[in-house]
């Protein structure tokens, strides 16, 4: 049993001001693992000031002393891969498979701020005028729990690129994956107030942050609601932000495709992170005259989707977060029968064995159509809508036909093809017959998936304020 009672403030930690505590639950057997003291308001602005001055010194710190930061950041997080991983199977409850990878992103990201800011000219010629890239100012960090210490790497080594420094909430439930790296980052030794971190609930230091004067720009990842209302509180005084919201993305099999490989590649796309990832792939549009091998072919490959302990190398998807978000998934696939929807595989209640956790039987629903509720709303667990189509183009109109435009995903056996549906998806990263991420690369999404981008130069341009020099 693990008790944090420390945030981390200007170089050092700090017992909060703010005395309420929450329980850390493990999800795999819902037993406590621990507990976390939350901070509050006062706590909030005492790291938003020392963000502040900390940020007039190190804003004019030059490229070669944030590159060194930023190494000193990476072999700290590195050295403990390890601890950080388990520590998120145990309390997250991801598997271990989808763990190693989230660390392994999370000093990956580290290294694509490093290369971003060797590449990246922060004084710049413009017709006859030069342009500098300055620091934006303070910014608030704002991460969700399905990847914790991933965002939160991204987010601060982009910030830290920039010559900004930051304040930065995570989720309450992940404090004992913040707390280890939050020790990484300490010693790291980043100059005080660069880096500060408080836990705590979002109506409290989220909401804080996103209206606080002195916050200059705020980087959000999560629901899609909770980010129109840190837009609205942010327009006050005029923040800078990059949301990174929710997701419906469609994942569409061509009917030239090689069904044997695009099936399991579209299950992994869906239930990836346990169906806990915005970017999964939860409507899987197939062509009417293949939906029975679809059919046949998910069935088969969901049988051999391994749901239980994550600390197994071989499971696929492990529980969900906690017992709100189960019952959340539950209530979304009683909506899928009521709606009329034919249950291929999965449905209500826990798999056999594995009532004591918050496990969901990975779910497909057939016969979806795309008014339905179940392909329209975000469940984030592993449930799968396939919708079936008559033409290429209906296929197009289907995938944009969403709120959301986050990922989308494409199979098909021609290249040209593929490229060409590619191109008509309105979605900020489309897939081609894989899954993979490219750190360097532009992520965020069109629609009500958010605003901006986050990796490489888009998302490093995102945390600089442009300054023409006239002479």
């Not at 880096?195 to 002195?214: C, K, L, T």
């Given at each position: 049993?693990?008790?944090?009672?420390?945030?981390?403030?200007?170089g050092?930690?700090?017992?909060p001001?703010?005395?309420?505590?929450?329980?850390?639950?493990?999800?795999?057997n819902?037993?406590?693992?621990?507990t976390v003291?939350?901070?509050?308001?006062?706590?909030t602005?005492k790291?938003?000031?020392?963000?502040?001055?900390?940020?007039?010194?190190?804003?004019?710190?030059?490229?070669?002393?944030?590159l060194?930061?930023?190494q000193?950041?990476?072999?700290?997080?590195?050295?403990?891969?390890d601890?950080?991983t388990?520590?998120?199977?145990?309390?997250?409850?991801?598997?271990?498979?989808?763990?190693?990878?989230?660390?392994?992103?999370?000093?990956?990201?580290?290294?694509?701020?490093?290369e971003?800011?060797?590449?990246v000219?922060?004084?710049?010629?413009?017709?006859?005028?030069q342009?500098?890239?300055?620091?934006?100012?303070?910014?608030?960090?704002?991460?969700?729990?399905?990847?914790?210490?991933?965002?939160?790497?991204?987010?601060?080594s982009?910030?830290?690129a920039a010559?900004?420094?930051a304040?930065?909430k995570p989720?309450?439930?992940?404090?004992?994956?913040t707390?280890?790296?939050t020790?990484c980052l300490?010693?790291?030794?980043?100059?005080?107030?660069?880096?500060?971190?408080?836990?705590?609930?979002?109506?409290?230091v989220?909401?804080?942050?996103?209206?606080?004067?002195?916050?200059?720009?705020?980087?959000?990842?999560?629901?899609?609601?909770?980010?129109?209302?840190?837009?609205?509180?942010?327009?006050?005084?005029?923040?800078?932000?990059?949301?990174e919201?929710?997701?419906?993305?469609?994942?569409?099999?061509?009917?030239d495709?090689?069904?044997?490989?695009?099936?399991?590649l579209?299950?992994?796309?869906?239930?990836?992170?346990?169906?806990?990832?915005?970017?999964?792939?939860?409507r899987?549009?197939?062509?009417?005259?293949?939906?029975?091998?679809?059919?046949?072919?998910?069935?088969?490959t969901?049988?051999?989707?391994?749901?239980?302990n994550?600390q197994?190398?071989?499971?696929?998807?492990?529980?969900?977060?906690?017992?709100?978000?189960?019952d959340?998934?539950?209530?979304?696939?009683?909506?899928?029968l009521?709606?009329?929807?034919?249950?291929?595989t999965?449905g209500?209640?826990?798999?056999?064995?594995?009532?004591?956790?918050?496990?969901?039987?990975p779910?497909?629903?057939?016969?979806?159509?795309?008014?339905?509720r179940?392909?329209?709303?975000?469940?984030?667990?592993?449930?799968?809508?396939?919708?079936s189509?008559?033409?290429?183009?209906?296929?197009?109109?289907?995938?944009?036909?969403?709120?959301?435009?986050?990922?989308?995903?494409?199979?098909?056996?021609?290249?040209?093809?593929?490229?060409?549906?590619?191109?008509?998806?309105?979605?900020?990263?489309?897939?081609?017959?894989?899954?993979?991420?490219?750190?360097?690369?532009?992520?965020?999404?069109?629609?009500?998936?958010?605003?901006?981008?986050?990796?490489?130069?888009?998302?490093?341009?995102?945390?600089?304020?442009?300054?023409?020099?006239?002479?």
């Amino acid at each position: 049993m693990k008790t944090i009672d420390k945030i981390y403030v200007n170089g050092a930690f700090v017992t909060p001001h703010g005395t309420e505590v929450a329980e850390l639950i493990n999800p795999s057997n819902n037993t406590v693992i621990g507990t976390v003291q939350l901070g509050d308001v006062e706590d909030t602005r005492k790291a938003i000031a020392s963000a502040k001055a900390a940020f007039k010194s190190f804003s004019q710190t030059t490229k070669e002393q944030r590159l060194e930061y930023l190494q000193k950041m990476y072999e700290a997080i590195a050295k403990r891969q390890d601890e950080l991983t388990e520590v998120m199977v145990r309390e997250y409850g991801g598997t271990l498979q989808f763990s190693k990878m989230s660390t392994l992103n999370a000093l990956n990201s580290i290294q694509s701020a490093m290369e971003t800011l060797k590449q990246v000219e922060l004084v710049r010629t413009v017709g006859q005028s030069q342009v500098h890239m300055e620091p934006v100012g303070v910014v608030g960090i704002i991460t969700p729990w399905n990847a914790s210490n991933s965002f939160i790497s991204n987010k601060l080594s982009t910030a830290i690129a920039a010559g900004c420094t930051a304040v930065i909430k995570p989720s309450e439930m992940s404090a004992l994956q913040t707390q280890i790296l939050t020790e990484c980052l300490h010693e790291a030794g980043l100059p005080a107030g660069v880096f500060n971190i408080v836990n705590g609930r979002g109506d409290v230091v989220g909401a804080e942050i996103s209206r606080h004067p002195d916050i200059a720009k705020i980087s959000f990842t999560g629901s899609t609601q909770v980010g129109k209302s840190i837009a609205r509180n942010a327009a006050d005084s005029m923040k800078r932000i990059t949301l990174e919201l929710g997701g419906k993305s469609p994942n569409i099999i061509l009917e030239d495709a090689n069904f044997e490989t695009a099936v399991p590649l579209a299950i992994q796309a869906a239930f990836m992170n346990s169906g806990q990832a915005c970017v999964a792939g939860t409507r899987l549009l197939v062509p009417e005259t293949h939906l029975e091998e679809v059919k046949k072919l998910v069935k088969e490959t969901v049988e051999h989707v391994k749901v239980g302990n994550p600390q197994d190398a071989d499971t696929a998807v492990g529980p969900l977060v906690s017992k709100k978000q189960y019952d959340r998934v539950q209530s979304y696939i009683r909506l899928g029968l009521e709606e009329g929807a034919e249950l291929l595989t999965g449905g209500i209640g826990q798999p056999s064995g594995l009532e004591a956790g918050n496990f969901v039987k990975p779910t497909v629903f057939v016969n979806v159509n795309n008014q339905m509720r179940i392909a329209r709303e975000e469940i984030f667990g592993p449930v799968l809508s396939v919708i079936s189509y008559k033409t290429e183009e209906e296929a197009i109109e289907i995938a944009n036909d969403t709120d959301y435009g986050l990922q989308a995903y494409v199979s098909s056996s021609d290249e040209k093809r593929a490229h060409q549906v590619a191109g008509q998806l309105h979605a900020g990263r489309v897939l081609i017959n894989c899954l993979k991420h490219d750190p360097m690369a532009p992520f965020g999404g069109f629609k009500q998936s958010g605003l901006g981008r986050e990796y490489g130069i888009f998302g490093l341009e995102a945390y600089l304020e442009p300054k023409t020099i006239i002479e």
